[in-house]
DNA sequence: AAGTGGTCTAGACCACTGA
DNA sequence: CAGTGGTCTAGACCACTTT
């Protein structure tokens, strides 16, 4: 380790990285091939295009075949974040967690949920409205519409015992999904089921997710006011 | 194609994930080892090794050696963003953008951008605040701390010209970074800035990254009122 | 047409970690 | 200590793009 020899992809994507932070090698500039790079690290080009394609991965390069590698550009950051289950999420403050469940009832969804989850404005979904409180406080209010079409093992669930929240997250895969942010003011109804008073912002997340072309499940979270969501960069 | 021999890492990625989607192995299954499924698949260790990494990368599968790769029971979703310079997030929209400077000095900034940017509290540091604007509209109040000493040639900068969030963007690399979103209420002050009303909710982000253990920049964005933010899951 | 990245292979050795 | 994933190598062929 302590001599100028590295073998392993990380230690060239660590080097190739200083060479980019440093400015050796600009935003745009083309770098060295990986053949050059292997001669030049003294290791099969096989690592070398290890340690490019995970900066590819991350944004740090782009790559093209003929063109070659270049330092991008950066026209764009990526943000990501791990999002818990709700009770996980609690606990990891050290708060009691406890959930009520408001309603829990199969029925015909407005137009717009029906749209979403993709299905006729005739047909039925089962509709939850929950509670999570972090020791006794409201924390998350969550209003969910489950298309039982596509995950019909739901309604064997006592979602009374088990968050559908948590059920969904253990039990069912999916394929692809959207999560949005905004935020809003509280409206009056809101305001009383989680003791606020009426126009504080809040922090809201609607999740969709599905599983191949199927809708699965469509959530919107309301927070307490003041809650931060973290993202590395 | 048509016949049942894949040989690309994709190819041995989908038929794994189908197999996870079908239930075939559901959460917390020990699924095949390498070497068998690369038996299975009828191509080398190598590529199933590089289908199940991908799968590890993105939480479907948790390697350990000895003890296998088990499904995941999924504990957390990861959610992803890419996210533009302001600019061209406004053009995206097909509108016009421009931006006002509404201040560029060095000074002497509050204890908490001091802490959060690790600098002394008599240090200076550059204070920006503008207003991006789509279609003459304001759509964000940027608020901005750079730390000059880490950046001195944003000094030589014309910000007039060029945001300080595109210079930044092109300029300076990072190493890592720290993104913070949050619901609040409008101020007089702020109102008054964007047009809008007292205690409108809306969502702003508070950025800070770090060129190795030095402070580059904190940011803080508050975006017009109905404003969403997307993310893929 | 030629150059560069993308990937596959077969074999080898290493590094963890569970039994 | 034995089994599984993690990685490296050398060579080969392929696929995409730019020239």
Redesign the interface.
Known sequence: MANGRAHTWQDIHERIKRN??N?TWP?GELIPGEVELAQEYGCARTTVNRALRELAATGVVDRKRKAGTRVA?????????????IR?QVEAQGAAYRFQLLENKIKQPSKAIAKTLNIKASEVALHIRSIHYADELPFIYEDRWINVKTIPKIKQVDLAQTSANEWL???V?????????????TNKKLAMALGLSV?????TST?T?W??SKSVTTVTLK?S?????????
């Open positions: 980019i932070i400015l935003p550009k950066q026209k764009t950051r990526q943000v990501r974040a791990e999002i818990p289950v996980t997250v253990q039990h895969p999916f394929t692809s999904g959207e999560f949005v942010i905004q935020a809003q003011n126009d504080e912002a809040i922090l999740r997710t599983l191949e927070y006011p003041g809650y931060q969501m973290h993202f590395e960069i």
